[in-house]
């Protein structure tokens, strides 16, 4: 069983930023991709950033420029900074890690941008 644990989560204000960390419970490098997701209240879980075990990355429209992801194989940790941020990026995060069978999940970590 994989085990994934978020965390760095918190309340900020407009403009600032965060960091979230997802360690895995074994090698990342063993997963096709590791992800970001997110969902706000009364919304669906949609996708934030994305990393492949190649490195290849893709972000949705509204974080680009303003979210990185990346990953540490030797410490088994995928990060998500997130930089001039926005109230419209108030969620609960979730990191995912894609095998060949099937999708793996975090609990989450809340995230609020406010005043």
């Known amino acids: 069983q994989v085990q994934l644990v978020e965390s760095g989560g918190g309340l900020v204000q407009p403009g600032g930023s965060l960091r979230l960390s997802c360690a895995a419970s074994r090698n990342i490098f063993s997963f096709n991709a590791m992800g970001w997701y997110r969902q706000a209240p009364g919304k669906q879980r949609d996708l934030v950033a994305r990393?492949?075990?190649?490195?290849?990355?893709n972000y949705a429209d509204s974080v680009k420029g303003r979210f990185t992801i990346s990953r540490d194989n030797a410490k088994n940790t995928v990060y998500l900074q997130m930089n001039s941020l926005k109230p419209e990026d108030t969620a609960v995060y979730y990191c995912?890690?894609?095998?060949?069978?099937?999708?793996?999940w975090g609990q989450g970590t809340q995230v609020t941008v406010s005043s």
């Open positions: 995912n890690a894609e095998s060949n069978y099937r999708n793996y």
């Open positions: 990393i492949t075990s190649g490195g290849s990355t």
